[in-house]
């Protein structure tokens, strides 16, 4: 079942010229752009590869999204509903889960590009002990991307106009993570709001650990149980959502 | 019915499709809040980074990015779905009424850029600018915003003409607008970037209409007489020039071959 998902949506992906963009040229041109911002006031190190680390972020969030939009046009369409509707709560929202982690696999190139292209150009060093925080902060990004992509990509199913909805839904959403800016500076009420989001905590456990070098293994912890929050709405939407699909007949409610 | 007869209805036609892409009110609660969002999300980032010099530098930048932003994608979008669709009515015409209609169009892209902008300004200037007073030189710098407008506009059509593969137009406006949000001096000061990049920047619309704004806006520069216009002129109409002439060659492939 993982395989033929993985076959049948890796087509769907690869043919789609606007991920493409999104994975392999977004990236190069978001970590320029930053990279000369912080540059040009005089920043370098550290700070930069936390930018770097933050843009390669931005862009998993970008292709996950639009990615989950595809799986929702082509895939969730009349004739599968009806095939869906033959299946349990418990299948269904199983297929769900494994087609959006294929999605958060296919986001991975973008943060590698992003990381690769800032490092040559901007000539930042990293050494053995950055490479394995960065592995361990890929890892966690992406169980907070899982656990917040659950619901939000559900998000699409609501109306027509589900694309446009959910970018302003989410737009917010990544810029108060604090991606490219730490939340540091945020305002405390701000701050507050944007650590409700799993990608706050493991985006700032990345910061801390590169700007400030203070590594916090709880954050980890904290991380994982957002995540898993999100992950159980989500199964609470989707259970909604799929009852309402089965009572109208059709997808966009 | 006569060209200029054509030309009201195409104006009409355009703004009628316009509206019905996308209904107003998903139109202001989704893309127009989202990209004003951005825009001042971009200042504040520059003001973090970089003081109040940088900031100022990145307001008058990020007041235009949502106008340009919407422009030149709905141009691109209207003219490329027109070509594929082989609209039988674009056809028969001349190539003088086809003009005419860019040229009508180009009216009505104006009036919508330039309520967008307001919007905008308004919003960014409630929270970072002073006084009233300011709001005057705005006005002032409408000739300016009709440069800036033709100029997205123009590039627009450019974007469209290259509809060579289907495939690679479709992410050719995202890409060109991040691109130009990286060399058009909108929140990066070229003069950061590697020296390719500036001389790349030189020949990119709507840089130098946006270095012309922020002069007038912060230094009180007439634009009249900022050679940054005059700049932004000819590469308008190099854009247009040769947008519209592979406008007219996709039209023709058209012609000679309808769908």
């Known amino acids: 079942m993982f395989y033929s998902i993985f076959k049948v949506q890796q087509a769907k992906m690869v043919g789609d010229p606007t991920i493409i963009y999104q994975i392999f040229i977004q990236p190069i041109i978001f970590t320029l752009l930053f990279g000369y911002l912080y540059q040009s006031s005089g920043k370098e190190g550290?700070?930069?590869?936390?930018?770097?680390?933050?843009?390669?972020?931005m862009t998993m969030w970008q292709v996950l999204l639009y990615a989950g939009?595809?799986?929702?046009?082509?895939?969730?369409?009349?004739?599968?509903?009806?095939?869906?509707?033959?299946?349990?709560?418990?299948?269904?929202?199983?297929?769900?889960?494994?087609?959006?982690?294929?999605?958060?696999?296919?986001?991975?190139?973008?943060?590698?590009?992003a990381l690769l292209?800032?490092?040559?150009?901007?000539?930042?060093?990293?050494?053995?002990?950055?490479?394995?925080?960065?592995?361990?902060?890929?890892?966690?990004?992406?169980?907070?991307?899982?656990?917040?992509?659950?619901?939000?990509?559900?998000?699409?199913?609501?109306?027509?106009h589900g694309g446009k909805i959910i970018q302003t839904v989410t737009y917010p959403m990544f810029?108060?993570?604090?991606?490219?800016?730490?939340?540091?500076?945020?305002?405390?009420?701000?701050?507050?709001?944007?650590?409700?989001?799993?990608?706050?905590?493991?985006?700032?456990?990345?910061?801390?650990?590169?700007?400030?070098?203070?590594v916090d293994w709880s954050f980890l912890g904290y991380t994982l149980l957002i995540s898993s929050f999100y992950a159980l709405f989500a199964r609470v939407l989707y259970h909604f959502i799929m009852k309402k699909i089965r009572v109208r007949g059709e997808i966009n409610l | 019915m006569n060209t200029f007869q054509y030309l009201l209805y195409n104006?009409?036609?355009?703004w009628r499709m316009q509206r019905?892409?996308?209904?107003?009110?998903?139109?202001?609660?989704?893309?127009?809040i989202r990209i004003i969002f951005q825009s001042l999300f971009f200042i504040w980032v520059a003001t973090v980074i970089g003081g109040d010099e940088m900031r100022e530098f990145a307001m008058y930048g990020n007041i235009l990015i949502p106008a340009a932003h919407?422009?030149?994608?709905?141009?691109?979008?209207?003219?490329?779905?027109?070509?594929?669709?082989?609209?039988?009515?674009l056809l028969t015409l001349s190539k003088t009424s086809l003009l005419m209609i860019l040229i009508g169009r180009s009216l009505v892209y104006?009036?919508?850029?330039?309520?967008?902008?307001?919007?905008t300004y308004a919003i960014i200037s409630s929270i970072l600018i002073p006084g009233l007073w300011h709001w005057l030189k705005l006005f002032a710098a409408i000739p300016l915003l009709l440069l800036f407008s033709l100029s997205a506009y123009s590039f627009g059509i450019f974007l469209a003409s290259l509809n060579l593969n289907d495939k690679i137009s479709q992410m050719l406006p995202n890409f060109s607008l991040v691109f130009l949000m990286l060399v058009g001096n909108f929140t990066v000061p070229v003069e950061s970037l590697p020296k390719f990049l500036q001389t790349l920047s030189q020949f990119v619309p709507l840089r130098h209409s946006v270095d012309a704004f922020r002069d007038f806006m912060t230094n009180n520069l007439p634009y009249w007489t900022n050679p940054s216009v005059y700049l932004e002129l000819i590469i308008l109409t190099f854009f247009s020039v040769v947008g519209y002439s592979v406008y007219l060659k996709s039209l023709d492939k058209f012609r000679k071959q309808p769908v």
């Open chain 1, 117 to 160: 292209t800032g490092v040559t150009v901007f000539g930042v060093s990293i050494d053995v002990s950055d490479l394995t925080y960065l592995v361990i902060s890929v890892g966690l990004y992406m169980v907070s991307l899982y656990g917040i992509g659950l619901p939000l990509i559900l998000l699409l199913f609501l109306s027509v």
């Open chain 1, 46 to 57: 550290a700070v930069l590869l936390s930018v770097f680390i933050g843009v390669g972020q």
């Open chain 2, 20 to 32: 019905n892409e996308l209904p107003l009110k998903i139109f202001i609660g989704t893309f127009a």
């Open chain 2, 11 to 14: 104006t009409k036609l355009s």
């Open chain 2, 110 to 119: 104006f009036v919508k850029a330039f309520f967008i902008i307001l919007f």
């Open chain 1, 175 to 214: 810029l108060l993570s604090g991606m490219i800016v730490s939340v540091d500076y945020f305002p405390y009420v701000i701050k507050g709001i944007a650590f409700l989001f799993p990608i706050t905590w493991s985006t700032h456990w990345i910061q801390e650990v590169f700007i400030h070098n203070t």
């Open chain 1, 69 to 113: 939009g595809i799986i929702v046009r082509h895939e969730f369409n009349r004739e599968r509903t009806i095939y869906y509707s033959l299946l349990s709560q418990t299948d269904l929202f199983g297929i769900w889960a494994k087609r959006l982690f294929l999605c958060i696999l296919l986001t991975t190139p973008s943060f590698l590009i």
């Open chain 2, 70 to 89: 919407i422009l030149f994608i709905d141009v691109y979008n209207v003219l490329r779905d027109e070509i594929d669709e082989n609209r039988i009515d």
